[in-house]
């Protein structure tokens, strides 16, 4: 029945208006620092088999090709791609870029923790550096009031140069986390990421270190997406849409010549 | 039995079959490795009832299906878990339900590091399942070759068939699965493009263009059936009226 092609269609329809959604919030956040953009896949839905390939068609013969009717289209996952983002330079030694693969780690306020890659810290009235939404760069690093400057090393050493002292002072490391798979990741919003049973367990190390990228100093990393590849994106989508609502009219159409034909 | 009302009921289901199938190549239009379906046409002959061929008439038309594995278009994604594949060659699936084959190179890793599919069945190399170590970059070669930071330590299991529209049938889920009428060979002639993907093989103007054949092909068959309809009406009053 032209039945089946107004629900097929109807599946491809909603799939493009996933995808239309997912464009949007992209460019959301297109200046959005350390933001991924994520990219909605596709996959065909189960067939109806009204003839199987192989099966016999006589007894010396087996048949060369079927017939087999696909029920439509769904979106099977958000893929967030970890490509890095472009720098930006800020000349704020509060501002780190992760030059490779890792996150940062920041304890959120209910104490669980959570991953970014949003450089972009502060500090606050303690002298801890925090996240501009208050969670605590772990491990918890303070910074003394009377500091005068504040550097971070590639490998995540952070000292301080306090007046009238000659050497500078080790205050702390940042240790950052890597996963088996990024993309398992949970956004949580605010930047944060959190380990789900798709990424896998966290593992914790010194930034230039097996395969944990090195730390920058004074940069910020800006979000990955791509404005014109987005736009582009959203017209084939559009496009899309509109091509599944004309195969509705069209198993509407036939639907009137059947009604017609009966009258 | 009144031979072109049913050659009218065929050919008006086949052309319902035909939309069905055109309905899902465009719902897949942006499936990743996806292979447009094509509906082939063939006659069936209605019984014979003499000598003469002018008798042998053809009564209808029923269809079988065919998938076109023409390559779709490849884009770059820049993603290191996305591969395309240039030439005739299938990735190889391992799912609980057995060996499966696809185009769709949107790879991804599972929490313990495993190379898998978005549905999670894992992708077979040369030594069976797939296991990248942690620690750096996956890199693909152009001959499926695996390495991390250099050091290669597996490489994908490619195979194709010779003829893979009597190989292969479609399970979903961008998986193929074989028909028993030929055996997977080893692919040659095949590279690996990584950080790129096969969009689907749908031309979606041919596809519009087609289904508006297809419907006034299906209101032609109508206006048959209307006339036969007719004619018929008129044969009967005209043999009731003689009585």
Redesign the interface.
């Known amino acids: 029945?032209?039945n089946?092609?107004?629900l097929?269609?109807a599946?491809?329809m909603q799939?493009?208006q996933q995808?239309v959604d997912n464009i949007a919030n992209n460019l959301a956040n297109a200046s959005t620092n350390g933001f991924k953009r994520t990219?909605i896949?596709?996959?065909?839905?189960?067939?109806q088999?009204?003839?199987?390939?192989?099966g016999a068609a006589n007894a010396s013969a087996?048949?060369?090709?079927?017939?087999?009717?696909?029920?439509?289209?769904r979106s099977?996952?958000s893929?967030r791609?970890f490509?890095q983002g472009e720098y930006k330079q800020t000349e704020n030694p509060l501002d780190m870029v992760i030059e490779g693969?890792g996150f940062f780690q920041v304890r959120q306020s209910n104490g669980d923790l959570a991953y970014t890659r949003n450089g972009s810290f502060h500090l606050n009235n303690q002298g801890q550096i925090v996240t501009a939404t208050g969670e605590f760069l772990e491990p918890s690093i303070t910074v003394p009031t009377e500091a005068s400057s504040f550097t971070v090393g590639n490998d995540g050493t952070v000292s301080v140069t306090i007046p009238g002292q000659a050497n500078a002072q080790n205050i702390g490391q940042i240790q950052l986390a890597?996963f088996?798979?990024p993309?398992?990741l949970e956004a949580l919003g605010r930047n944060l990421f959190r380990e789900t049973?798709?990424?896998?367990?966290a593992?914790v190390g010194s930034p230039d270190s097996?395969?944990i990228g090195r730390l920058s100093q004074g940069m910020v990393e800006g979000s990955n997406v791509n404005v014109v590849e987005e736009l582009v994106n959203m017209i084939?989508?559009q496009?899309?849409y509109e091509?599944?609502s004309?195969?509705i009219s069209?198993?509407d159409?036939?639907l009137g010549?059947?009604n017609?034909?009966v009258s | 039995m009144n031979y072109g009302l049913y050659t009218s009921f065929l050919g008006m289901r086949s052309r319902q079959r035909t939309l069905e199938t055109q309905a899902n190549n465009i719902a897949n239009a942006m499936t990743t490795g996806y292979k447009a379906e094509r509906l082939l046409y063939r006659t069936i002959e209605a019984e014979k009832k003499g000598e003469s061929s002018l008798q042998n008439l053809v009564a209808g038309v029923v269809t079988s299906g065919g998938t076109d594995f023409t390559a779709g278009n490849i884009s770059q994604t820049g993603r290191d878990l996305d591969v395309a594949i240039e030439g005739d060659a299938f990735l190889q699936i391992q799912t609980p339900r057995g060996v499966r084959y696809t185009r769709a190179g949107n790879l991804s890793l599972d929490a313990n590091g495993q190379l898998v599919t978005k549905n999670g069945d894992l992708v077979v190399g040369q030594k069976g399942a797939i296991t990248v170590p942690a620690g750096g970059e996956l890199s693909i070669g152009s001959d499926g070759s695996l390495a991390v930071k250099g050091q290669k330590f597996d490489q994908l299991k490619l195979v194709r068939f010779e003829n893979p529209t009597a190989a292969l049938q479609k399970e979903g889920d961008s998986l193929f699965m074989e028909t028993g009428n030929e055996k997977p060979l080893q692919a040659t002639n095949s590279q690996i493009i990584q950080g790129s993907l096969e969009g689907s093989n749908i031309n979606s103007i041919q596809e519009m263009v087609s289904m508006i054949n297809n419907n006034r092909e299906f209101e032609s068959i109508q206006k048959s059936v209307t006339l036969l309809m007719n004619d018929l009406g008129k044969k009967i009053a005209g043999e009731i009226g003689k009585i």
């Open positions: 029945m032209p089946r092609a107004l097929t269609a599946t491809g799939v493009q995808n990219r896949e596709f996959q065909d839905l189960m067939y088999n009204m003839r199987s390939a192989g087996n048949l060369p090709v079927g017939l087999q009717i696909g029920m439509g289209a099977i996952a893929e791609l490509i693969s890597i088996a798979n993309a398992g049973g798709a990424s896998g367990q593992t097996n395969g084939s989508a496009r899309m091509t599944n004309k195969v069209t198993a159409r036939m010549t059947i017609q034909a």
